[in-house]
């Protein structure tokens, strides 16, 4: 089992909109509905932004947003703000086993 | 809201092995399913593996023959055993609640796998 595919880096000027991809396979991304989005800013732990594809949690602003197609699965972060620059990590169930994998990780820079 | 602490050693010798406890507060671990993660330096999350509160366990299989995770509901608290543990071990541990998502983590604990 491998990680998750995401582009190392991603940017965009405030106001602006950037979209992360996170690609996997039928055995994992497209195969299950149980992808989730972390956000992790420098020495600080993970914090949920998405589930189960498109669902966001209490709290979350509404500025994030998740989709999924085929075997990739999508985080669109409207209206950026300096404080969405981080590191987000999607994650998915690979079915397998129980087995559980994370992408690479992008790193969004607000420019 | 949930809290969860991680607690052990920071530092552990090549071929030693690795104990950590999580410890949740303003919760229950009943009946949750728990993860643990680790960061390497500089680098991404990995998914270690997960207990339920019953005690039913599923790990990675890169790591699966050196885990040993555990649940104690007295205590309100769940466990990881590392064993034979390399340089390569070295990186932020963090304890989390959930496995098709995580929504609440520890503060994570930096461990240094060095003689």
């Known amino acids: 089992q491998s990680a998750l595919t995401q582009p190392p880096s991603a940017s965009g000027s405030p106001g602006q909109s950037v979209t992360i991809s996170c690609t996997g396979t039928s055995s994992d991304v497209g195969g299950y509905n149980y992808v989730s989005w972390y956000q992790q800013h420098p020495d600080k732990a993970p914090k949920l932004m998405i589930y189960e594809v498109y669902k966001r949690p209490s709290g979350v602003p509404d500025r994030f947003s998740g989709s999924k197609s085929g075997n990739t699965a999508s985080l669109t972060v409207s209206g950026l703000q300096p404080e969405d620059e981080a590191d987000y990590y999607c994650?998915?169930?690979?079915?397998?086993?129980?087995?559980?994998?994370f992408g690479t990780g992008t790193k969004v820079t607000v420019l | 809201q949930v809290q969860l602490q991680e607690s052990g050693p920071g530092l552990v010798k090549p071929s030693e092995t690795l104990s950590l406890t999580c410890t949740v507060s303003?919760?229950?671990?009943?009946?949750?399913?728990w993860s643990w993660i680790r960061q390497p330096p500089g680098k991404g999350l990995e998914w270690i593996g997960y207990i339920y509160y019953t005690g039913t366990t599923n790990y990675n299989p890169s790591l699966k023959s050196r885990i040993t995770m555990s649940v104690d509901t007295s205590k309100n608290q769940f466990s990881l055993k590392l064993t034979s543990v390399a340089a390569a071990d070295t990186a932020v541990y963090y304890c989390g609640r959930g496995v098709t998502h995580i929504d609440y983590w520890g503060q994570g604990i930096q461990v240094t796998v060095s003689s």
């Open positions: 994650y998915s169930y690979a079915g397998s086993n129980n087995f559980y994998a």
């Open positions: 303003r919760g229950s671990v009943s009946p949750y399913y």
